[in-house]
């Protein structure tokens, strides 16, 4: 996959590509995108796809990741409500936040008890907060192992990297 330079996103997934990414950093990764947790979040179960590749745009992407992503998006969603019990997910793509101009979709609990406050885009309140504030890296962990364990047992998405 090609990496684009000063793309922090690209060195993640360069990162994942060493092994040397936490499990909540690589919960499923197929060919043309890795399933992540938020590294800089206090809401458990804020989940990422990347594409693997650098692209700025959806409409930049080919026929295998097109096909793969729409499927995904709703095993992500699916494991992430039995995982959180939450009402529904918000599922989000912006690529503009300084070193991430990379295509990544952010499937986002909503739970039932969520403050009107924080809802809707005003969910992002719970993104880029305060280390003090940040999920432990044993809370993405237990969060995403459930994750994981449905996309696992559907589709078949482990194998397919």
Same mark, same amino acid.
């Given at each position: 996959?090609s990496a684009?330079? !000063?793309?922090?996103?690209?060195?993640?997934?360069? *990162?994942?590509? *060493?092994?040397?990414?936490?499990?909540?950093?690589?919960?499923?990764r197929t #060919? +043309?995108?890795?399933?992540?947790?938020?590294?800089?979040?206090?809401? #458990? +179960?804020? /989940?990422? /796809?990347?594409? *693997?590749?650098?692209?700025?745009? /959806?409409?930049?992407?080919?026929?295998?990741?097109?096909? $793969?992503? !729409? #499927?995904? /998006?709703?095993?992500?969603? %699916? =494991?992430?409500?039995?995982?959180?019990?939450?009402?529904?997910?918000? %599922?989000?793509?912006? =690529?503009?936040?300084? !070193?991430?101009?990379?295509?990544?979709?952010?499937?986002?609990?909503?739970?039932?008890?969520? &403050? &009107?406050?924080?809802?809707? =885009?005003?969910c992002f309140?719970?993104? +880029? @907060?305060?280390?003090?504030?940040?999920?432990?890296?044993?809370?993405?962990?237990?969060?995403?192992?459930?994750?994981? $364990?449905?996309? @696992?047992?559907?589709?078949?998405?482990? !194998?397919?990297?």
């Open positions: 996959m684009m330079e !000063g793309c922090h996103t690209c060195g993640l997934v360069v *990162r994942r590509d *060493r092994s040397e990414a936490q499990p909540w950093d690589q919960i499923l #060919p +043309g995108v890795d399933v992540v947790h938020a590294y800089n979040t206090s809401l #458990p +179960g804020w /989940i990422v /796809i990347v594409t *693997r590749r650098h692209l700025a745009a /959806i409409d930049e992407m080919n026929d295998a990741e097109e096909a $793969e992503l !729409g #499927p995904l /998006i709703r095993d992500v969603s %699916v =494991a992430l409500k039995r995982a959180v019990q939450c009402a529904k997910t918000y %599922v989000m793509q912006f =690529a503009e936040a300084e !070193g991430h101009s990379h295509v990544h979709f952010h499937i986002v609990p909503r739970a039932e008890d969520l &403050p &009107p406050e924080n809802r809707s =885009a005003k309140n719970y993104l +880029g @907060v305060d280390a003090s504030e940040q999920l432990s890296d044993e809370a993405m962990n237990e969060v995403t192992a459930t994750i994981r $364990e449905h996309l @696992v047992a559907t589709r078949a998405w482990v !194998g397919r990297a």
